[in-house]
Every structure is written in structure tokens, then in C-alpha cells.
T-cell receptor, first 114, second 116 residues
């Protein structure tokens, strides 16, 4: 079956703009989690959505938000972009809540903020 | 491909040798640990996991060892192959009160280079 897909794969924005990233989980998976990966901080958990509700949240400012649709597809939004938001944004899906369950990652969206 | 990290610790091993990648975790409340492999241009891929009530778990060519006393985790790869070249991350998970509440923390990663 198809893996986790993320669109777009690459994105260039300028400071102050906002961006929306999309993630389609593996068919049948109900949980989608988002991560930010940078050379300096490594992989950091942003939030998890399950059944259209945010179930868990990392330590990121309110500029980072997300949502999940009834078909489990998820979007992540970053408003008022800063240079430090340049990163690889990964989403991962799991059958049930991610805690103690295997997560399957997508290839990521590379966001560059100029 | 995507660069997943600059200045990562690097482990170079000869093809066919065994590899050992180490990870120190920080949270004594963590009770679930995972190793991921990330190849250039791809997202992390689950390799093996272990719960805190175990100290060893084996998979196909991989073994994870957990030492809770010193909060140390290791990944052993037997008969390392060129296809094993990647960045390897450990992750620790701690559950908190509330349904689904947990904290997942990733290590910075180690780059494994296999010399043919």
C-alpha cells in the first residue's frame, strides 16, 4: 500500500509569510504527527492529531498549528514565518495513537525561509 | 539528497563488520525506546523498539540493548552492509497523565558510513 505522502516537497517563502503543508497518511491510519528537523536541534515533535483532534503537543509557539480532516489527512500551518523556521518538516502516521505504536514517516517538506 | 544534520558523530565500519551505535537518554521516566534509520532524502524508518521492562531485543541483524541504570541505549548491526549507511536516531518516550499524552524525544543522531 502507498506510504505517507507530503506535499509540497520543497517550498521557499519569505519572512512574515505563512505556509501550509499537507500530509496524507497511510490508508487506515488514524493518527498523524508532525515533526521539525533541523541540523541544530535535530528532530522535534510538533503535535499529533487523532480523529480530527489535537491529542499531544510539543514545545513550539502558537504560530505553528495544524488540523486533521475526517479522512485523516492533515495540514500544518506556520504563520509569520521566521528565518529559524527553515527546516525539514516531517509527518508520520500510525494506526492508533502514536504513543507506543510504530510510526511511518513521509519524505518531508523542505521549507526555506528567506 | 537531504542533509539531515551537520556535525553529526560519524561511525565508519568495514562492510561485513558489526556496528555499535550508542545513545544516552535523559528522562528516567521514559519507558519506551525506538531506533530509527534515516537515509538521505527520506524520512526516518523504524528499525526496532524496546520497552523498559526488557534489557535486550533482537530483530533481523539488529539488536537493541537497554541499560536503565546508566540511561544508555545501543543498537548493534551485525554484518554491516553498504545499504546500512544512514543516520541512526534513538528516541525515548515517556507517558504522562491523560489519554494519549506522551513526550517523544529524539537523539541528535549518528551517521554510519559503511566502507565497501
Amino acid at each position: 500500500k502507498a506510504g505517507v505522502t507530503q506535499t509540497p516537497r520543497y517550498l521557499i517563502k519569505t519572512r512574515g509569510q505563512q505556509v501550509t503543508l499537507s500530509c496524507s497518511p497511510i490508508s487506515g491510519h488514524r493518527s498523524v504527527s508532525w515533526y521539525q528537523q533541523t541540523p541544530g536541534q535535530g528532530l522535534q515533535f510538533l503535535f499529533e492529531y487523532f480523529s480530527e483532534t489535537q491529542r499531544n503537543k510539543g514545545n513550539f509557539p502558537g504560530r505553528f498549528s495544524g488540523r486533521q480532516f475526517s479522512n485523516s489527512r492533515s495540514e500544518m500551518n506556520v504563520s509569520t514565518l521566521e528565518l529559524g523556521d527553515s527546516a525539514l518538516y516531517l509527518c508520520a502516521s500510525s494506526l492508533e495513537l502514536a504513543a507506543y505504536n510504530e510510526q511511518f514517516f513521509g519524505p518531508g517538506t523542505r521549507l526555506t525561509v528567506l | 539528497g537531504e542533509s539531515v544534520g551537520l556535525h553529526l558523530p560519524t561511525l565508519s565500519v568495514q562492510e561485513g563488520d558489526n556496528s555499535i551505535i550508542n545513545c544516552a537518554y535523559s528522562n528516567s521516566a521514559s519507558d519506551y525506546f525506538i531506533w530509527y534509520k534515516q537515509e538521505s532524502g527520506k524520512g526516518p524508518q523504524f528499525i526496532i523498539d524496546i520497552r523498559s521492562n526488557m534489557d535486550k531485543r533482537q530483530g533481523q541483524r539488529v539488536t537493541v540493548l537497554l541499560n536503565k541504570t546508566v540511561k544508555h541505549l545501543s543498537l548493534q548491526i551485525a554484518a554491516t552492509q553498504p545499504g546500512d549507511s544512514a543516520v541512526y536516531f534513538c528516541a525515548e518516550e515517556a507517558r504522562y497523565s491523560g489519554a494519549g499524552s506522551y513526550q517523544l524525544t529524539f537523539g541528535k543522531g549518528t551517521k554510519l558510513s559503511v566502507i565497501p
